[in-house]
């Protein structure tokens, strides 16, 4: 009884911390702060699904999200100048625009939710071994199993592990086809700058 | 898949223990009485943190003698006996200092970065198994949630860079950052090696797997060389010396904790020897068998007499020694540079560790383990 008031409340609370902290990454107009509000959003929701007892998958939201995604914002704002600039005000007629669709968005996902019939199993246990289900299925070759995207998702990172390094990379490689000249467009653009005396050298470190 | 099967089936019926959390309790008691239940809650986080407050000053009393120790001089001797009140006096000191925060810092923000930072350990300790019977929770994702919540943790030293609006702190904050990210990846493949053996990521089944040896040896070369990259990694990710390049005095006066002082520079501090601790109790957990006596084989009468030493001691020796071996480290090797840093980390730990996993497979699924499990 007291237990079912305090899951409710403790439902309720985060929910409602969920919302704000989404609201505040939103609009906050410093970038690194709205990139903490995203991180307690995210973390937030991990708590959530704790409470729905998808241990799981609240780590990896936390692994991947907390610790991955969000880390990789805040280093991007950190390294560039991002973080000195506020957000432009936007004009008046894309402010329309984008309230008028997120409101449309706002009724088409109200009344997807109000329609589709969500089965409710009031005495849903958890397995208790679903690490091992989740690593099972993974490796299942049959219809129940997600080997080949498992195997597709790891060739797409080896991908992005390989172009990331690609595009960073200083030197100009020999004899190599794919490269974008990584830092030495950047250079030359500095370079540039400096000869006309616009950025001086010590103030793109800032 | 029998192999994980016959493990963890070997766990639980060959295991004289019956661990209890203190989660296990308060849900038990739930029914019949919420005012246990409430007792077993208040029991935890005033648990956690007499443990911390207790550990902080401990830690820092012993890192300052054992330095001392290896530099010919006596340490702390004036404040109580043997000097064993000079933590106290100094973070009485701390306390009465002048919480600064610079003119042009994001106040907000370089108010919360201590908070951010001590948050971690502070989690950590609850899901530490000190024994059988202590232990706050005992998550079935253990060693997934110890990963998670430790990428979290560098969020509070960027921040504390980034907020203090000093070249200085921001140079030290990216690259603790840099570091703590890098050598996690290494942290992580050690730790998968443990999952691999042991067939679970709950910390009390992973003790409870190494009744019949501690993973250290039972695994062959794979469960030692695991243990190594995990020594070394974590040490990278603790910043402490020789991979203390974030806070290097000589070139960044402190690094990301520049222009803390008082109350929230003392939080860093205590977030530094903590997560030491942690560390410390990880890996004894994970190769070191964590509470579980040493046993020898079929040696009866040795075993009967290790049984004797309770499982909390045990635990404590195991991790006092981790600790030491840490603070060894410090006086033993010199500080890397930053090239050296990331060339050991992505050239040598990180093919090591991958190339470890496949051997750690490989023993698993042949089952060759020098020390079989009793059936």
């Keep these: 009884m007291i237990a079912d008031a305090v899951y409710t409340v403790m439902f309720y609370g985060f929910s409602a911390a969920v919302v704000i902290l989404a609201l505040a990454a939103v609009n906050m107009r410093q970038l690194l702060r709205a990139a903490l509000a995203l991180m307690g959003m995210l973390a937030l929701s991990a708590a959530l699904y704790i409470m729905l007892r998808a241990e799981f998958l609240a780590g990896v939201q936390i692994l991947v999200y907390v610790g991955g995604i969000v880390v990789l914002i805040v280093f991007a704002i950190m390294l560039t100048r991002s973080s000195e600039l506020l957000e432009d005000r936007p004009r008046t007629l894309t402010r329309w625009y984008g309230g008028v669709s997120s409101i449309l968005f706002m009724l088409v996902a109200c009344g997807a939710l109000c329609t589709t019939p969500f089965p409710v199993q009031s005495d849903a246990q958890p397995a208790g071994d679903e690490v091992r289900k989740i690593g099972l299925a993974l490796l299942e070759q049959g219809s129940a199993g997600y080997l080949l995207p498992f195997e597709l998702i790891s060739l797409l ?50 | 898949m029998q192999f994980v099967h016959t493990i963890a089936a070997a766990a639980a019926t060959n295991s004289t223990w019956a661990p209890q959390t203190l989660a296990q309790r308060a849900a038990d008691s739930a029914p019949h009485s919420l005012w246990l239940t409430a007792g077993y809650f208040l029991l935890a986080v005033v648990g956690v943190a007499a ?12 890192e300052r003698k054992i330095a001392a120790h290896f530099q010919c001089r006596l340490g702390p001797t004036r404040v109580g006996p043997f000097g064993l009140f000079q933590t106290l006096a100094d973070t009485l000191k701390l306390v009465f200092k002048e919480d600064f925060v610079p003119p042009k810092a994001d106040r907000s923000l370089h108010m919360l970065a201590p908070f951010l930072a001590l948050l971690v350990p502070v989690v950590l300790l609850a899901l530490i198994p000190y024994s059988p019977n202590v232990q706050v929770a005992d998550l079935n994702i253990g060693i997934l949630f110890i990963t998670a919540i430790g990428g979290f943790g560098v969020m509070g030293i960027l921040i504390a860079g980034w907020s203090s609006n000093n070249k200085w702190s921001m140079i030290g904050a990216m690259r603790a950052g840099a570091q703590i990210i890098s050598y996690e990846l290494s942290a992580t493949l050690a730790l998968l090696v443990v999952v691999l053996f042991s067939g679970t990521m709950s910390l009390t089944g992973i003790v409870l797997s190494q009744q019949d040896g501690w993973w250290i040896w039972r695994g062959h070369a794979a469960g030692f060389v695991a243990f190594l990259i995990y020594v070394v990694a974590s040490t990278a990710e603790l910043n402490r010396t020789p991979f203390d390049i974030p806070e290097g005095e000589s070139e960044l006066t402190a690094g990301f904790h520049t222009e803390y002082s008082g109350l929230r520079f003392a939080f860093f501090f205590l977030a530094e020897f903590i997560n030491m601790f942690t560390v ?38 195991k991790t006092s020694m981790v600790i030491f071996v840490i603070m060894w480290f410090r006086w033993t090797f010199p500080r890397l540079r930053v090239d050296q840093l990331m060339h050991l980390e992505w050239k040598v730990l990180l093919p090591l560790g991958f190339a470890n996993l496949f051997v750690a497979a490989v023993v698993v699924l042949t089952e060759l383990y020098p020390y079989p499990l009793a059936k």
């Design chain 1, 157 to 206: 990172l080896l991908v992005a592990v390989i172009g990331g390094t690609v595009i960073a990379r200083k030197t100009r490689p020999r004899n190599q086809p794919f490269t974008t000249g990584g830092d030495l467009r950047g250079e030359a653009i500095v370079q540039a700058a400096r000869g006309q005396g616009d950025v001086t050298p010590g103030d793109r470190h800032s």
């Design chain 2, 51 to 62: 443990l911390l407050s207790f550990l902080g000053m401990a830690l820092i009393y012993i």
């Design chain 2, 280 to 317: 410390s109790a990880l890996t004894a957990t994970l190769f070191l068998g964590g509470w579980m006596p040493f046993h020898v084989g079929d040696w009866a009468g040795f075993n009967a007499a290790m049984d004797t030493i309770p499982p909390g001691i045990w635990f404590l020796t």
